[in-house]
């Protein structure tokens, strides 16, 4: 946790600095846009690292000793193959491959083109960095991991240096020493820690249930790509600047789920599966519910009080040198829908733990299938109709379709669970946090006028103090406080 909270802080600071040199304007869209788009190509890939791969290398190592490496080595081969592939693509058409993945005009990805194909340069070693992590990890050897914050480290110093004379693309050269550097120490320690054979290689382990595992598991994923891709195409057709916009409010927005959801709920997914392998459901049940009132405790006073001072929010952080009022105009637009989105990541990854810790992955597919679907459908019409922030707007109402199309998948296969309560415990949150921001949004709307850090930090008091006092009233700070006990 130390790792992803040093490798966000930096990463932030990378941010305000991007901000405060370029602004948000066509360069940045390019930038920020490539960032995206290889984050989630990476995340579809490491998934199927992680559910189909890896399990499969371990299952085989288990029936013989190191019998799972020359499958490992196979798909060794094969991200070597792609970085390749896509190195050599990236630098022979980067103004073609940039007008097919986007909407980008012709003269704009033109002047960006060695900042594509840097960028494709770039996408095959992450993903050759990432297997790389996941083997090592495989064989217990998590210091991979402290290598993380020189991902956002080396791009800052690169910044530093050359961001006033190289422009964004000095980013562009920080992530490339830092993932050639990852490659090299990896591969070192593949083969002098693991004495590794990379000769010893073959398809003798693969089998059908594997290519069924994969097809299938990457289907769900597919549909998630899709997900993620289609609205930032939509948006890279839009006015300059929004693409930037975008990012800079999700640099915000993600931080929580990235530090303090993921780790709470990874750690309550083992829970959940112990009780679900002992039949446990009583159990179950109540971890569920109490881990989830954790969880949202923490995120619903964070989503609410930002959506309210988004605009201060923006201001204090990235109004300065070349960010202009009107790009903080644009990100606080974003800010707020994405904080909503933020808070749905608490349910939904629970719902997620639940249905994997009870092993019902494939029937849950159809009710996946049909949130992500509905997204879909609807981001291009109402991007159409609403303009560019609808789409955070659609993906935050399609989350709560989603929460319920999964009553029906928790009725069916998880009766025992108090899903209906557990919708219920969030909105009595959601409703104490609002009530408790109405004194705070009186003094925002009457109170003497300061500047942002003045109106975020006694609006932040005021906010506390009242939520304070009605989450005791409610009982909900009385069960907080015992959870952390708990778990502290």
Known sequence: MGATLAWKLVSFANALLIALYFGAGKTTDVYFYLIMIMGFGLTFLQRMNAAVIIPEAMAQDTQTPNGGRALLNVFLYFYILLAVLLTAAGFCCPVALGKLLSRFDLAQLTAERGLISLGFLLF???????????????????????????????PLVCLLCWGR????????????AANAVQATVFLCVLKKELHWSFTAWGTSGWHKKLTANLVSNQAIELANIISSVLPLYLLSGLSAGMVSALNYARQLADSPTEIFTLRVTNVSKIQLTESAAQKNWPQLNRDFLTTQHFVLFLLTPLAVFT???????????????????????????????????????????????????????KESLPYALTGIILFIVLVPVTMQIFGAYAYPYTQAGCCMASLFINYLLFKKHFPQVEYIYSLRAAARLTAVNILALFPSALYAFFGPRANAFFTLLFGGLIFLASLWFLSKKSGDWTLFTRQFKNRF
């Not at 914050?149 to 080396?154: D, E, Q, S, T, V």
């Not at 004379?165 to 490339?176: A, E, H, K, Q, R």
């Open 307 to 361: 959506c309210f001072y988004a605009p201060e929010i923006i201001s204090l952080f990235f109004e300065r040198g070349n960010f202009t009022q009107q790009d903080a105009h644009s990100a606080a637009n974003f800010l707020r829908p994405l904080m909503a989105m933020m808070w749905f990541m608490g349910p939904i990854l629970m719902q997620n733990n639940v249905v994997a810790a009870g092993r019902k992955v």
């Open 165 to 176: 004379t190289c422009g964004v693309v000095s980013m562009i050269y920080g992530f490339l």
């Open 124 to 154: 095959g070693l992450q993903l050759l960095v990432a297997y790389l992590t996941a083997v090592l990890e495989m064989y217990r050897r998590f210091t991979a991991a402290l290598f993380t914050p020189l991902n956002a480290l080396l």
